[in-house]
């Protein structure tokens, strides 16, 4: 783990601060630059992929400018590529942030990175497999009666996205609090006392970061963000024993 955070890094001045980074920076854009490269040649197949969840629902999607297909394979590469990348950008974060982290809580790094890239594709998984689907089911039957379904692709295509990026984000809400409780920045104590705080935030931020602006899909994060506030509060009871003992 030493070289995670190097000696001289703990320092670097201001200046030197910002020039790494925007070194940082630069390693990670790199790696996405490079993946998207990797996976441009495959787009169609990852097209069809994203596709699938909307099969059934609509004849098929359509386009209705010329550009909308290429910026939407784009799109696409471009979220795949982001998952893959995601490992670096986690490294490079942590590189970072390491040298003002304690060394107690560095040797629990590579454990909190871990499930921090565990969660977001749990996050992304139930998103594809369970909340998407349900989201498109209930709104097509919804509107099937009122008018013809005719779904542009770059429509579906920013609705996926917006889905898969919100999945992985919600699942992060137990990894997240245990690791501010690990730092010292939290309490079992305060969350429980502050829990109907938290599920009034959760609701607000379900109802800003939901595609759609029915209630239906805002309880579909709604509630997993809930339950995993409250796996986060007995997660951060656990690390205090851990800790105290």
């Known amino acids: 783990m030493n070289d ?20 940082r920076i630069l390693v990670c854009l790199a790696c996405l630059v490079l993946i998207s490269a990797a996976l441009f040649a495959r787009g169609r197949a990852l097209i ?3 596709k699938q969840p909307v099969e059934g ?17 784009l799109k696409v590469v471009l979220l795949f590529a982001f998952v893959l990348s995601f490992p670096v950008i986690l490294y490079e974060t942590w590189a970072f942030l390491a040298p003002a982290a304690s060394k107690g809580f560095r040797k629990r790094a590579v454990l909190w990175l871990t499930l921090v890239m565990a969660f977001f594709l749990l996050g992304i998984w139930f998103a594809y497999t369970m909340a998407l689907p349900a989201a498109l089911r209930f709104l097509f039957a919804f509107g099937r009666d009122i008018a013809t379904p005719q779904i ?11 889905f898969m990026m919100i999945g992985g984000v919600v699942f992060e809400t137990p990894v997240l609090i245990g690791l501010f409780t690990d730092m010292g920045f939290l309490n079992a104590r305060m969350l429980a006392r502050k829990r109907k705080y ?13 595609p759609t602006q029915d209630i239906f899909n805002m309880l579909v ?6 339950l995993f506030f409250e796996v ?8 205090e024993k851990v800790k105290q003992a």
Not at 58 to 73: A, K, N, R
Not at 199 to 209: H, K, N, Q, R
Not at 232 to 239: E, F, P
Request: proline share 5%; hydrophobic share 60%.
């Open 4 to 23: 995670l955070y190097p000696p001289e890094s703990q320092h670097l001045d201001i200046i030197g601060h910002l020039e790494e980074l925007r070194r």
């Open 232 to 239: 986060g509060i007995v997660l951060s009871r656990l690390i």
């Open 48 to 50: 069809q992929w994203v």
């Open 152 to 162: 542009t692709l770059a429509r579906y295509i920013s609705f996926f996205v917006a």
């Open 57 to 73: 629902l609509v004849e098929d999607l359509i386009f209705i400018t010329p550009t909308e297909v290429f910026v939407s394979y």
């Open 198 to 210: 938290a599920f009034l935030f959760i609701l607000v931020f379900s109802a800003v970061i939901t």
């Open 221 to 226: 994060f709604a509630v997993p963000m809930a």
